[in-house]
């Protein structure tokens, strides 16, 4: 099974700044990665897909990179409604499996 | 506009059953392979089962296989998940999603308790 490993578990930024999340892959699964964003009493919603390509929609600051084993995920000039949990999803290969989240503070 | 209505979750009891439903709209349920996914506070998100376009291929979770059935009927736009021998560790919220696109319901509460 490949496992997703996602850092930072949990971080606090303010706005206008630049924050980046990270996604580890135990194997290569190529650019088979999306970036979801949840806020509480809501179903996730996907920001990224294909590692770096935007979702229709989703604000210009959101950004995707990385291929293989490496995927990063940053949100530039950050905005109080980015305050939410974000997560990885690797679908190359089942099961699919997802980072552990990220929870986004703004301050 | 995209809909999944899930719905069949409710309280039940260690080692008993519940079968969801997922009502889909809004895209072409036919040609869409098609997801379970859970979650909780303490795991957060577990892909649980996919099913192929045709219904013709499965795949479930190591946690919840042999125990799990995904299923559904495409004359219906119906997604299906029944479940048995549950446990306590099942107790989650029950997501329909084609998770290569960006298609999720809202969900549906499973409690396993006695």
């Known amino acids: 099974d490949i496992q997703m490993t996602q850092s930072p578990s949990s971080l606090s930024a303010s706005v206008g700044d630049r924050v980046t999340i990270t996604c580890r892959a135990s194997?290569?699964?190529?650019?088979?990665l999306g970036w979801y964003q949840q806020k509480p009493g809501k179903a996730p919603e996907r920001l990224i897909y294909?590692?770096?390509s935007l979702q229709s929609g989703v604000p210009s600051r959101f950004s995707g990179s990385g291929s293989g084993t490496e995927f990063t995920l940053t949100i530039t000039s950050l905005q109080p409604e980015d305050s939410a949990t974000y997560y990885c999803l690797q679908h190359s290969s089942y099961p699919y499996t997802f980072g552990q989240g990220t929870k986004l503070e703004i301050k | 506009d995209v809909q999944l209505v899930e719905s069949g979750g409710g309280l039940v009891q260690p080692g008993g059953s519940l079968r969801l439903s997922c009502a889909a709209s809004g895209f072409t349920f036919s040609s869409s392979p098609m997801s379970w996914v859970r979650q909780t506070a303490e795991k957060g998100l577990e892909w649980v089962s996919t099913i192929s376009s045709s219904g013709g291929t499965t795949y479930y979770a190591d946690s919840v296989k042999d125990r799990f059935t995904i299923s559904r009927d495409n004359s219906k736009n119906a997604l299906y998940l029944q479940m048995s021998s549950l446990r306590a560790e099942d107790t989650a919220l029950y997501y329909c999603a084609r998770v290569t696109t960006n298609y999720w319901g809202q969900g549906t509460l499973v409690t396993v308790s006695s």
């Open positions: 194997q290569d699964i190529r650019n088979d």
């Open positions: 294909a590692a770096s």
